[in-house]
Nanobody, 121 residues
C-alpha cells in the first residue's frame, strides 16, 4: 500500500499561483500512476490531472488545461501540481490519489486527506 500526504494549499487572489505537493510513503512510488482531483462544496469530485508512473504521460481536465502542470519525482516519491492563473472557480479541496498499475490500474484506490485551495476574486 501507499500513504499520501498533501501540502501547499492556502488562500490566493485570482490570477495568482500555488504549488501543491503530495508525498508518498510505503510501496515503491514508481508502481503507481498518480492523479490530482478536487471537490468543491455541493459539487461532484472532478479529475484535475494525472501522470503515469514514469512521468512520460500526462492528462489534464479541460477546466485547467494551459494553467496547471502536474509533475513527479520518483526519487523523492512526490507528485506536484503547479497551479497558475488561478480563478475563483478553482476553489476546492484538492486530493492526491494513487492507482496501482500492477494490481488495479483502472482505479484510484489510495487517497490523501486533501488540502484546501481558496481563490478570492
Amino acid at each position: 500500500q501507499v500513504q499520501l500526504v498533501e501540502s501547499g494549499g492556502g488562500l490566493v487572489q485570482a490570477g495568482g499561483s500555488l504549488r501543491l505537493s503530495c508525498a508518498a510513503s510505503g510501496r515503491t512510488f514508481s508502481r503507481y500512476n498518480m492523479g490530482w482531483f478536487r471537490q468543491a462544496p455541493g459539487k461532484e469530485r472532478e479529475l484535475v490531472a494525472t501522470i503515469n508512473w514514469s512521468g512520460g504521460g500526462t492528462y489534464y481536465g479541460d477546466s485547467v488545461k494551459g494553467r496547471f502542470t502536474i509533475s513527479r519525482d520518483n526519487a523523492k516519491s512526490t507528485v506536484d501540481l503547479q497551479m497558475n492563473s488561478l480563478k475563483p472557480e478553482d476553489t476546492a479541496v484538492y486530493y492526491c490519489a494513487a492507482s496501482d498499475r500492477v494490481l488495479n490500474p483502472r482505479a484510484y484506490d489510495y487517497w490523501g486527506q486533501g488540502t484546501q485551495v481558496t481563490v478570492s476574486s
